[in-house]
């Protein structure tokens, strides 16, 4: 894994729980698993899922992980941090997935990224 210092784009992608995906080979599958396999597949740096414990979107309806109000459709946030280039490639395969969600982009600026030594996605 190459170590690099500069600026890049973060792109966050605002989905439920319980959203699924909704074309392609992962039809049907959780949509942020669908996500994180076609980001992978096609050669993103990285990815994470964020799991909150309450929010709420369009529908203005509360999503919560209360023990009184235990929700099944918590919020989730995939971040995708990479060049502006590969973020605009995978965008069109991410519309035809997405049912309804958000998704920003923003510019960051990386001061380092490598893989750990010890960690399973270490290269050779």
């Known amino acids: 894994m190459k170590a690099f210092e500069g600026d890049?784009?973060?792109?966050?992608?605002f989905i439920g729980e319980g959203d699924r995906c909704t074309d392609g080979s992962y039809k049907g599958m959780p949509l942020?698993?669908?996500?994180?396999?076609?980001?992978?597949?096609?050669?993103?740096?990285?990815?994470?899922?964020?799991?909150?414990?309450?929010?709420?979107?369009?529908?203005?309806?509360?999503?919560t992980g209360s023990l009184l109000r235990l929700s099944m459709d918590l919020p989730i946030i995939v971040e995708v941090v990479d060049t502006e280039e590969k973020i605009r490639e995978?965008?069109?395969l991410m519309d035809?997935?997405?049912?309804?969600?958000?998704?920003?982009?923003?510019k960051a600026h990386v001061v380092?990224?490598?893989?750990?030594s010890g960690s399973e996605d270490a290269g050779p």
């Not at 076609?38 to 509360?62: K, N, P």
């Not at 997405?98 to 982009?105: D, K, P, S």
């Open 8 to 13: 890049r784009t973060l792109m966050r992608i």
């Open 32 to 63: 942020y698993q669908a996500l994180l396999r076609m980001l992978r597949e096609h050669g993103c740096a990285g990815a994470s899922v964020v799991q909150g414990i309450a929010g709420f979107g369009a529908s203005a309806r509360i999503h």
């Open 96 to 106: 035809r997935m997405i049912g309804g969600g958000l998704v920003t982009l923003e």
């Open 112 to 116: 380092l990224y490598r893989a750990d």
């Open 90 to 92: 995978v965008l069109p």
